[in-house]
């Protein structure tokens, strides 16, 4: 079985302009979560959808947002980049939402650079 | 709020030795999930082991194995006979139990771990 698939692998862009990354789920999965990873900030939360509504948010800008496709695919979206931006984007898929005993699956991510 | 802390950014090992990773997370919750994933330089997060709040028995998968101090607060991972594939940055991660945030985990700064001949 296909583990979580991110796309592109890397990207780079400048300051002003907007960003869409994809994650595939593991087959059968239809939740999906993102995370941001930076040397500075380290491993944060973004958020979490399932059924194609978003469950969960984490403490990020409007600049960020999400959407989950009736495939339980996922993109997210970063508008008005800043250099802050710069980081990697994990993205995890788990078969449902609200059980006790989820487990998450990850995906080897997305490195966003802003020049 | 939960944070989790990981005092040591970096730990060395020889082959086949043993070592311990250490995490202490600060909650006021009773009902919670404790992680240790691992990320090697693919960058994919791997599941290490998990631990549940709950349960008093230390979790266990192969070589590697966890203190889990709920008292105390502490979460340690112990990798026995150690291999050069362990070499990765190792995270401690928490996750309350609330169903209603699964997915939300809590990450700590994470320790690289690496592996001498």
């Known amino acids: 079985k296909a583990g979580v698939t991110q796309t592109p692998r890397y990207l780079i862009k400048t300051r002003g302009q907007q960003v869409t990354l994809s994650c595939s789920p593991i087959s059968g999965h239809r939740s999906v979560s993102w995370y941001q990873q930076t040397p500075g900030q380290g491993l944060q939360f973004l958020f979490e959808y399932f059924s194609e509504t978003q469950r969960n948010k984490g403490n990020f800008p409007g600049r960020f947002s999400g959407r989950q496709f009736s495939n339980s695919r996922s993109e997210m979206n970063v508008s008005t980049l800043e250099l802050g931006d710069s980081a990697l984007y994990l993205c995890?898929?788990?078969?449902?939402?609200?059980?006790?005993?989820?487990?998450?699956?990850f995906g080897s991510g997305t490195q966003l650079s802003v020049l | 709020a939960q944070t989790v802390t990981q005092s040591q950014p970096e730990m060395s090992v020889q082959e086949a030795e043993t070592v311990t990773l250490s995490c202490t997370y600060d909650?006021?919750?009773?009902?919670?999930?404790l992680f240790w994933y691992k990320q090697p330089p693919s960058r994919q997060m791997i599941l290490v082991i998990r631990?549940?709040?709950?349960?008093?028995q230390n979790a266990t998968e192969n070589r590697f194995s966890v203190n889990f101090q709920k008292a105390a607060k502490s979460f340690s991972l112990k990798i026995s006979d150690s291999q050069l594939g362990d070499a990765a940055m190792y995270f401690c991660a928490y996750r309350t139990a609330d169903t209603g945030t699964a997915s939300k985990l809590t990450f700590g700064t994470g320790t690289r771990l690496q592996v001498t001949l």
């Open positions: 995890a898929s788990s078969l449902a939402w609200g059980r006790r005993n989820e487990k998450l699956f």
């Open positions: 631990q549940e709040a709950y349960k008093q």
């Open positions: 909650t006021s919750e009773s009902d919670y999930y």
